[in-house]
């Protein structure tokens, strides 16, 4: 079987962002602005909210951070994105998301979850490629330092800072590779790992056996962003160096070439509502003597993000600025 190459437009930089959730959603927002091309690489491991009740019920791939990637990078008008985000309130159909009942469906008509994303990208007329990690869902699971073995990314994902630190993760089956993924990673001028909670949306890509090789053999620029806030019950106190710590012990054998690091301070409105919900920045202590270069500069949104009421799902209200973040990945290719 030939292997399918990415046409590279008018030698056009190829970046390649691998996680999910609202971090890779806001990153590939600003990207799509750029002359690149673009593959964002999704996990595959996500059990909540909407996502978990159609992956439940239906067997399907979990359709939520599948279907932000391909509304991030849709050119399609603002109410067919808009469709794809909306949010249902009433009773039957509360904390459902279209975008996903519609992913979802697609799947069970077409029988495959490739070819329904291939049409998704169609109908969004989709600026880049989405590429799930893999065409099997995993489940998340999670040894804490006090031996307890958390199951599920939603269990993981809960804002419980009382509980013992995560010691380990690992996916359960070890599900094979999308090798669309291992070739946009090979053929990639950056890999750009973040934003995103580091337990439930990076780690989970870098878990899927071949990627974190396939990262190392890649000739592609390692990109890590740092998050803006800590995640209370997965990265509670860590500084900068814990949380890229954290991604290089899955990375190995592959390293990160820049961190790409927020160094401006919210305002003090902002900062009093996230630390309400237990969030805190994330203190740049990162030195000259790490074995990877930095960049530094503001990336803070100033746009003040509200949790909807239909969403079961407790979101970060500080983010980063896609336009802003865009510019700095674009400046390390």
Not at 191 to 213: C, F, N, R
Not at 282 to 311: A, F
């Amino acid at each position: 079987m030939l292997r399918q190459v990415p046409i590279n437009t008018l030698g056009r930089k190829r970046v390649v962002v691998l996680g999910g959730g609202t971090g890779t959603f806001t990153i590939l927002s600003g990207l799509k602005k750029h002359p690149i091309d673009i593959s964002a690489i999704v996990n595959i491991s996500d059990d909540g909210g909407s996502t978990g009740v159609l992956r439940d019920e239906l067997g399907v791939l979990p359709p939520g951070d599948i279907r932000q990637c391909l509304v991030a990078l849709s050119n399609a008008d603002d109410a067919l994105r808009e469709l794809f985000l909306y949010r249902f309130s009433n009773e039957s159909l509360r904390g459902h998301n279209f975008g996903n009942l519609f992913l979802s469906t697609l799947e069970k008509i077409v029988g495959d979850p490739i070819k329904a994303i291939n049409v998704a990208h169609q109908i969004l007329r989709v600026r880049g490629r989405v590429i799930p990690v893999s065409r099997t869902p995993a489940t998340l699971e999670a040894v804490l330092s006090d031996g307890s073995v958390l199951r599920g990314e939603k269990v993981i994902d809960a804002r419980d800072s009382s509980r013992a630190p995560i010691q380990r993760c690992w996916l359960q089956p070890n599900v094979q590779v999308n090798p669309e993924a291992l070739d946009a990673i090979k053929d990639a001028d950056a890999i750009v790992i973040g934003p995103g909670d580091v337990y439930t949306s990076i780690v989970p890509v870098i878990l899927v056996s071949g990627i974190a090789h396939a990262i190392a053999e890649s000739k592609g620029k390692v990109i890590h962003v740092v998050n803006l806030a800590s995640k209370p019950g997965q990265t509670d106190g860590f500084a900068a160096s814990e949380h890229v710590k954290a991604v290089m012990n899955y990375l190995v054998p592959a390293m990160i070439d820049t961190v790409v690091i927020n160094n401006t301070k919210p305002s003090p409105a902002l900062a009093e509502r996230y630390k309400n919900q237990g969030e805190h920045p994330v203190e740049d202590d990162l030195t000259n003597s790490v074995p990877y270069n930095i960049w530094r500069g503001s990336l803070i949104s100033d746009e003040i993000m509200e949790q909807l009421p239909q969403d079961k799902i407790q979101r970060s209200l500080l983010r980063h600025d896609p336009d802003k973040l865009a510019q700095a990945v674009m400046d390390v290719v």
